[in-house]
């Protein structure tokens, strides 16, 4: 597959690349050689890259059929073409990936973190959130719950407000989950925190169930939000508020069971609040 995504945006590279009018003929044609090498040079180092990233397992949600991701890596090998450009042509591509390794690793770590991360707010997505579960069921651990969080009333802050007076609130919602915790959003106003212990079982002394560390945090979150909402006057004349929703972790299940479970209990305190405070329509 890599040879033939180099292929094609070597090709359409050469076509984009504008031509020197002040140039002789000949040299204008060197030129155009040169660069059409280098291209197709870039090309195969990054995508040898990809692929070998991609056979190790490291880079698993990295998808070269999406347009967005195609795009992103188009604009990484035109900018590396035009880098080595400057400094001259090489011979093959293992060469071409000695020169230019270190921003071809910067050039991943942003398709890593892009794969895996919410754009606005910065917490994870349902992508890294799995690929997170994963990490811990490898190295031996599990969480100790999970808690689904979803803002009542936001719509009100859309349409009465600003769209992007929504995006803050989202942004502060995000950070104050993030608080000591793991945070994916996986929806338009959803988010999930695992709560999780990273430390060994052997130096865990506190005599401490997984419900009352659930309870704790939920206590934080809430107190959390009550004081970001006392100092933003608009939302709580909105009647802005978040819902939350638990459960402790099982072994047994798989994290969309988990999500699952904490969603339906977040719908219940959703409908009381509604109940309690109105529902924005």
């Not at 003929?25 to 990233?53: C, G, H, I, M, W």
């Not at 400094?87 to 060469?95: F, H, K, L, N």
């Not at 390794?101 to 994870?124: F, N, R, V, W, Y």
């Not at 989202?170 to 959803?190: F, Q, T």
């Amino acid at each position: 597959m890599g040879l033939l995504f180099y292929s094609f945006y070597a090709k359409i590279y050469k076509v984009m690349m504008p031509k020197n009018i002040d140039t002789e003929k000949d040299t204008e044609k060197n030129y155009d050689v040169l660069r059409q090498r280098n291209t197709e040079l870039a090309a195969e180092a990054v995508f040898s890259y990809l692929e070998k990233a991609a056979q190790e397992n490291v880079l698993p949600h990295i998808d070269l059929d999406d347009a967005t991701t195609r795009e992103t890596i188009f604009q990484a090998i035109v900018g590396l073409a035009d880098n080595l450009f400057m400094q001259g042509s090489v011979e093959d591509a293992e060469s071409f990936a000695k020169i230019v390794h270190p921003k071809l690793e910067s050039i991943m770590e942003k398709l890593q973190k892009e794969a895996m991360h919410d754009p606005l707010t910065g917490a994870l997505n349902r992508n890294g959130i799995e690929k997170f579960i994963d990490y811990l069921d490898e190295i031996g651990t599990t969480p100790q719950a999970l808690i689904a969080v979803d803002l009542t009333n936001f719509k009100s802050i859309n349409d009465n407000i600003s769209h992007l007076r929504g995006d803050e609130v989202l942004k502060e919602v995000s950070d104050i989950l993030r608080e000591g915790d793991v945070v994916a959003r996986i929806g338009g106003d959803e988010f999930v925190v695992v709560l999780w212990d990273d430390r060994p079982e052997s130096e865990r002394t506190e005599n401490i169930t997984h419900e009352e560390i659930l309870n704790l945090v939920i206590d934080r979150i809430s107190v959390r939000i009550k004081e970001f909402i006392d100092n933003n006057a608009d939302l709580a004349n909105l009647k802005f508020e978040v819902a939350k929703g638990a459960t402790v972790w099982d072994p047994d299940k798989p994290l969309n069971e988990h999500i699952k479970i904490a969603l339906d209990a977040m719908k219940v305190d959703k409908a009381t609040q509604h109940e309690e405070n109105g529902k924005y329509r």
